[in-house]
């Protein structure tokens, strides 16, 4: 079969491997769509820490079952997939805790295991421990559900700084979970959502695509000065920074309403982590700062439950659709922002 397996930074093949088979305790699925994100871009330029050469990269994965291990209940050939990316173990005291985003014990497919830029690819039975293997419903395309891992992410920022009826929000960043956010902001019932990015080209693809309420460019106009004209002074209640910029992150504040939440949910460059941030905006016009870092097995469920009902379509952000070899052109579309989703079916 086909793979494209990371080397080393800036060494990605596309090579044959031996077809893998299922173990006792795991499931092996037919890859039928594993969309793409910034971090495949990060990897293929830096690689991670946790990666030891050669790995099968991707994480946003979809399929069929095609072998089921002999110890596994519930699951049969022909099954349709969706695979959850970020793997808790299930069992630490934040997992206990219903806070398995922060579990110290995670793992990940396409770092710690073999992801989904293959034709077919194991699911290990760390996913099945913690019931990460989620059935597609009827109504959702395989490359529909590939969506749902990034999707699964933004629902968990949200419900973090709730989301509710009647906010103003901000998206700052208008890549596909900037896109995402949009959507999901206006299905929790915001008020009015606006999407802040610095490219004019990136902002105006992902406008026509979403339609936020407005879509300011920070390159040509003072992005706060804008948001808070258009919430005649007063602010945003929420604003999303789905960017890794810390000056984002500074604006936020600037951008906040009395009472606003904030979500940091773009990580920082790992040499730039740090921001300037005005502590006393915080305290005296009591601003909540939350993090958001991926997801759990329940958002990615809930993610493939609202693409099938409607009420957050991705199936229009999905501008680009290649087979396996064209994991390499992918990548270059991703770091150049000229689609808003690159999804690979091998």
């Given at each position: 079969m086909k793979v494209a397996r990371f080397h080393a930074?800036?060494?990605?093949?596309?090579?044959?491997?031996?077809?893998?088979a299922a173990g006792p305790?795991?499931?092996?699925?037919?890859?039928?769509?594993?969309?793409?994100?910034?971090t495949d871009v990060k990897i293929s330029k830096f690689g991670h820490?946790?990666?030891?050469?050669?790995?099968?990269?991707?994480?946003?994965i979809s399929g069929e079952v095609v072998e089921v291990g002999a110890q596994v209940a519930g699951w049969a050939p022909g099954d349709r997939v969706q695979v959850i990316a970020a793997i808790p173990c299930g069992t630490c005291p934040d997992c206990l805790a219903d806070h398995m985003t922060t579990c110290p014990n995670q793992v990940s497919m396409g770092y710690d295991f073999d992801g989904g830029f293959a034709e077919y690819m194991i699911v290990p039975v760390e996913v099945l421990r913690v019931d990460g293997l989620n059935r597609i419903p009827d109504a959702v395309s395989f490359a529909e559900a590939s969506v749902a891992e990034p999707f699964a992410c933004a629902i968990n920022a949200q419900e973090l700084v709730n989301v509710h009826d009647g906010d103003d929000v901000v998206v700052?960043?208008?890549?596909?979970?900037?896109?995402?956010h949009v959507r999901l902001a206006r299905a929790r019932g915001a008020k009015r959502v606006f999407l802040v990015e610095l490219s004019r080209e990136r902002l105006d693809l992902a406008a026509a695509a979403v339609t936020p309420d407005a879509a300011i460019c920070g390159s040509e106009t003072d992005a706060v000065a804008a948001v808070l004209e258009a919430?005649?002074?007063?602010?945003?209640?929420?604003?999303?920074?789905?960017?890794?910029?810390?000056?984002a992150q500074e604006d936020a504040l600037k951008m906040a309403a009395p009472g606003g939440r904030i979500s940091f949910f773009g990580g920082l460059p790992k040499d730039n982590p740090t921001i300037t941030l005005d502590s006393n905006a915080v305290h005296y016009r009591e601003?909540?700062?939350?993090?958001?870092?991926?997801?759990?097995?329940?958002?990615?469920?809930?993610?493939?439950?609202?693409?099938?009902?409607g009420s957050v379509p991705v199936d229009d952000l999905i501008t680009h659709r290649l087979p396996l070899d064209g994991v390499l052109e992918g990548i270059e579309i991703v770091k150049a922002g000229s689609g808003i989703k690159v999804t690979i079916e091998p």
């Open positions: 930074p800036g060494d990605i093949r596309l090579e044959e491997a031996p077809e893998p305790d795991e499931v092996k699925i037919r890859v039928r769509a594993c969309s793409m994100c910034g820490f946790r990666i030891v050469p050669p790995r099968v990269m991707g994480h946003e700052v960043g208008a890549g596909p979970i900037g896109c995402l919430t005649q002074g007063r602010g945003a209640d929420v604003i999303i920074t789905a960017a890794p910029s810390g000056a601003l909540m700062i939350m993090g958001a870092n991926g997801s759990s097995p329940e958002h990615n469920r809930r993610a493939l439950a609202m693409i099938a009902d």
